[in-house]
């Protein structure tokens, strides 16, 4: 079985020098998260990557597939304790990348929208707001 995929950007970014911006918020032998690129994402928005390269759920192996499961029970906790989340959005297409990854998208109460109208709205945020989203989102795990 082929674990990784030298031109996948998603099989660098679990190498040891793949570290991305900000550092994982968590990492185990199954999955990586880290928060999403400011460009495009709100504070706390957290992106989840296989460590292993396959591109969808019905290619998981059973024990990737029943940690996923457990892994957003655990995220969805944290970032709601931790961000201003009144819920948590999951997104995963895996049309551009074809390594399976997922998105979490932490939705405020005070936002206007709801639904695909909130995650079709453009999305940012200052690398500052960023690590203390993710920083706050780690302690939530960790605790
Ligand atoms: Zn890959």
């Excluded at 918020?25 to 990557?49: A, C, F, N, Q």
């Excluded at 690398?127 to 795990?141: G, M, P």
Aim: glycine residues 6%; aromatic residues 8%.
């Amino acid at each position: 079985m082929t674990n990784t995929t030298p031109a996948c950007p998603y099989c660098r970014l679990g190498a040891a020098d793949g570290e991305p911006p900000g550092g994982w918020v968590y990492r185990d032998t199954l999955w990586l998260v880290h928060h999403g690129p400011v460009e495009t994402s709100r504070p706390g928005t957290m992106k989840i990557v296989s460590t292993r390269h396959y591109t969808d759920f019905a290619e998981m192996t059973p024990e990737e597939a029943a940690s996923f499961g457990a892994l957003l029970h655990t995220l969805d906790t944290a970032m709601r304790a931790g961000t201003d989340a009144e819920r948590v959005h999951l997104v995963s297409t895996r049309d551009r990348v074809q390594h399976f990854h997922a998105w979490l998208y932490p939705r405020p109460a005070f936002h206007p929208l709801r639904g695909t109208d909130f995650l079709n709205a453009p999305q940012h945020s200052q690398a500052a707001d960023a690590d203390l989203a993710a920083e706050a989102v780690r302690q939530h795990l960790s605790g």
